[in-house]
C-alpha cells in the first residue's frame, strides 16, 4: 500500500526559504516518478518539481527554476523541495505524488498517489 504524507510547510517571510519533505512507503524512490505539485486558491494545480525514475533527470516549472532544489532519498524513504528567495505567489497547497509505473517520466504522467498536502504561506 503506498502512502505519502508531506511536512514542513508553514508561515515564512518573502525571501526567506523552506524545506518540505515527503515521508513514503509502499514504493521505491528510485523506481518512480516522484513530483511536487501546488494549488493556490482559485487555481489550477500546477506540477513544480518532478524527478523522472527513467534517467533521474529533474524537471522544474519556470517559476521554481534557480530557487527550488528538488531531491530524493532511497535510503530515506523520502523526497524533499527546498524553497529559496519565497515570494508571496509560491503561497499554496503543496502536494507530492507518485505513480505505480517503473522507470517513467514524469512530465506529462498522470499521479495515482497523493500525499494530503502542506501549507505553504508567503507573506509580503
Known amino acids: 500500500q503506498v502512502q505519502l504524507e508531506e511536512s514542513g510547510g508553514g508561515l515564512v517571510q518573502a525571501g526567506g526559504s523552506l524545506t518540505l519533505s515527503c515521508a513514503g512507503s509502499g514504493f521505491n524512490v528510485d523506481y518512480h516518478p516522484i513530483a511536487w505539485f501546488r494549488q493556490a486558491p482559485g487555481k489550477d494545480r500546477e506540477l513544480v518539481s518532478c524527478?523522472?525514475?527513467?534517467?533521474?533527470?529533474?524537471y522544474y516549472a519556470a517559476s521554481a527554476k534557480g530557487r527550488f532544489t528538488m531531491s530524493r532519498s532511497n535510503v530515506k524513504k523520502s523526497m524533499f523541495l527546498q524553497m529559496n528567495l519565497l515570494k508571496p505567489e509560491d503561497t499554496a497547497v503543496y502536494y507530492c505524488?507518485?505513480?505505480?509505473?517503473?522507470?517513467?517520466?514524469?512530465?506529462?504522467?498522470?499521479?495515482?498517489?497523493w500525499g494530503q498536502g502542506t501549507q505553504v504561506t508567503v507573506s509580503s
Open positions: 524527478i523522472s525514475s527513467a534517467d533521474g533527470s529533474i
Open positions: 505524488a507518485t505513480d505505480p509505473r517503473m522507470y517513467f517520466r514524469c512530465v506529462n504522467t498522470t499521479y495515482a498517489y
